[in-house]
C-alpha cells in the first residue's frame, strides 16, 4: 500500500495534506496561493456548490463511456492537465514524471514555459499527448525558438495564455521570501532558509536533482534562463492580440488560448485564429475579483457558437466538479493545483493518484445520474440558481424547451417557459 492508497487518501483535499506536510512551506504555498484575497481562487471551487444535479432514476448505465476528443485528439477522460510553472520543485523531474502519469491515463499534459525540464524530455517521457503553453519571457526571438523545440519534439498544440500582463500579487510569496529566496545572495536568504531545513526529505531530493531548476525551455544567449523573478521576467514579456500573426505563422499548428474572461476575448481568440479557448482566471492567481469560471462559462459559449472547442479551469477538485462543468457545456476540463498537489505528495504516484480519484468519481457520478456518456452530458442534468437565470446564463431557447418535453425529460420550471415565451414571443 502506498502513502496515497485509501484510507490515507480518499480525495484530493488528502493529496493536498500530504503535499503540505512533504514541501518547504515556500513551495506548498506556491502551489496553494492565489493573488491577494485569495477570493477568486476560493470562488472557482466554492461555485460548483450552487449547481445541483437532477439525476434519472432507474437508467442502466453498466458501462460509462468517458472518452472524448479535444482538438480531434481521443483522451480517455475529460480532463487535462493544465499546465503548472516550476513543477521541478515540487518532485525530481516533476514535469517528466507528471506528463508520464497523464500518458498512462490516456490524457494530455500541457508543459508550462516556465518548467525545469526540456520539452523533448517531457514528451519521450509520455504515451500521450503534450501541449506546450507559452509565454514569451525572453522576448520573441526566446519564444519562437521554445515553438520550434516543442514542434519538433512532437506538441499536439500551443497553449497560449493571455491572461498574464503581470504576475498577481500572491502575498504568500512575498511572506515566505520567494524573492530573497532566488536572489542567490546568502545574507538575503538566510531569514528564510529555515523552512528548507524542517523538510530534509524533499531536501535531500531537491539537492539530488540539482538543486534550484533553471527555465529549461527559455533559452537565452548564455543558456537556460536561471531562477529568477518570475514576476519580472513575466512583466517584460506580455502577450498581445497583435503578436498572434507571427505566433500563428511560426506554429502552423493548433492553437488554444488560456485565460479568456468574457465573450469579447473569446470572440477576439478567435479572430486571431483559436480552434480552442479555456475559460481560466489562471486559477484565481492573477486577477483577484474575476468571476469564477464556471459562471462566465455560458458567457463564453454563447460567444464562441461553436466556432472554436470551450475548455475550462479553475477550482476542480471533485469529479462531481468535472461532470457539472461539462453539463453547463465545457467540453473538457484542465486541472492545476489537484495534480500538483499530487505532484508535491508523491511524484507519479501522487498525480496518477489524482487523476484516478477524479476518473472514479467522473464514473460513479455519471452512473448516480444515470448518464452512460460524457457525451449526453448537458444542462438537463442541472438547476443552476435563480440568481443564474439572467442574461448571462441564458433562459433556454423555445426550441430547446422543446426538446428537452420530447426527450420525456422534467419540463423546466413554470417561470422559465414563460420567460423563454415572452422573450421569443
Ligand atoms: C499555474 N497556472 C499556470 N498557467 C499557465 O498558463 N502557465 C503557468 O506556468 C502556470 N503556472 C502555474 C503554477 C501553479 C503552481 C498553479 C497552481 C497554476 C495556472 C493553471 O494552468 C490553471 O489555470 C489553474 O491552476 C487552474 O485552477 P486550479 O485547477 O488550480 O484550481
Redesign the pocket.
Known sequence: MSRVDPPSVVNIADLRLIAKKRLPRVVFD???G?ADAEWT?RE??RVFDDVMFRPRSAVATSNVDLRTTVLGESIELPLIL??????RLFWPRGEEVAARAAGEAGTIY?L????GCPVRDVKAATHGPVWY?L?LVGGRDVALAGIERAKNAGCSAL?V?V??PVAGMRERDVRNGTKELVSGAPFTMLPFVAQFLARPRWLAAFLADGGLMKFANVILKDGPMPYADVAAALEQSMVSWADFQWIRDAWQGPIVV??VHTADDARQSIDHGAKAV?V??????QLDGVAP?LCVLPEVLAAVKGEAEVLL?????RGSDVVKALCLGARAV???????YGLGAAGGAGVARAIEILRSDIVRTMKLLGCASVRDLDRSFIDIPPAWRNDRFGTPTLDEIDRLRVHGRRPLSQEIIDSARRRDR
Open positions: 506556491y502551489i496553494d492565489a481562487m472557482n471551487a493544465a499546465p503548472v510553472g516550476s513543477s500541457t508550462s514555459t516556465l518548467s503553453q509565454y497553449v495564455t491572461d498574464t488560456k485565460g479555456v481560466s482566471n489562471h486559477g484565481g492567481r469560471t479551469d479553475g477550482g476542480i477538485r484542465l486541472i492545476g493545483r489537484a495534480h500538483a
